[in-house]
Nanobody, 122 residues
Framework: QVQLVESGGGLVQAGGSLRLSCAASGRTFVNPAMGWFRQAPGKEREFVAA????????YYEDSVKGRFTISRDNAKKTVYLQMHSLKPEDTGVYYC???????????????WGQGTQVTVSS
């Protein structure tokens, strides 16, 4: 089992910044992928960003490119999502997820965190 615990969500005005953290514990994988997804009310969960744990290659959804940055700290087993220039449409519950295989841009991940709310006011 893997446990993922997100933190860092909150309420911010449009144009502001937030940094989300996701701490992993439990079993380890050789070269997992870790991703961030978000879900707005009444909408499906959507891909935001992902990172290959070993090589560090990153992937982003088009609407967040240039505004969001995903990174990881191997020693702390933590992945981060730094979000700048936030927009009201970024509002949603943000979930961290881990996948034992290569990065995919769909919700086909093996373990999920409980989610953290991000609300961007206009």
């Amino acid at each position: 089992q893997v446990q993922l615990v997100e933190s860092g969500g909150g309420l911010v005005q449009a144009g502001g910044s937030l940094r989300l953290s996701c701490a992993a514990s439990g079993r380890t994988f050789v070269n997992p992928a870790m991703g961030w997804f978000r879900q707005a009310p009444g909408k499906e969960r959507e891909f935001v960003a992902a990172i290959e744990w070993s090589g560090g290659e990153t992937y982003y959804e088009d609407s967040v490119k240039g505004r969001f940055t995903i990174s990881r700290d191997n020693a702390k087993k933590t992945v981060y999502l730094q979000m700048h220039s936030l927009k009201p449409e970024d509002t949603g519950v943000y979930y961290c997820a881990i996948r034992r295989d290569a990065v995919v841009l769909t919700p086909a991940y093996d373990y999920w965190g409980q989610g953290t709310q991000v609300t961007v006011s206009s």
